[in-house]
């Protein structure tokens, strides 16, 4: 999942007034994708806002898979 694919899909920008309905929504968008696992927001204070950390674990994908063991009848 790229940084911009995350960010479009969590849904929430720079400049919106932050409920916790949206970022609950937004994590739960982020996990209906299939491309993360998990996510936790944390929110810092900063000089005019909040700075909004997402820490998100990207899904694990099959990327090889071998069988061993019996042959196949014939």
Do not use: C, H, N, Y
Not at 25 to 34: D, E, F, I, R
Not at 36 to 44: F, G, K, M, N, R
Not at 63 to 72: D, F, H, I, S, Y
């Amino acid at each position: 999942a790229s940084l911009d694919e995350m960010r479009r899909v969590f849904g929430v920008k720079v400049g919106d007034v932050l409920s916790r309905s949206e970022l609950r929504a937004g994590v739960q968008s982020l996990l209906a994708s299939g491309q993360i696992e998990d996510a936790v927001v944390t929110l810092e204070p900063i000089a005019d806002g909040v700075a909004l950390l997402l820490k998100a674990e990207v899904a694990s994908r099959v990327r090889m898979l071998r069988v061993v063991g019996a042959q196949p009848p014939g």
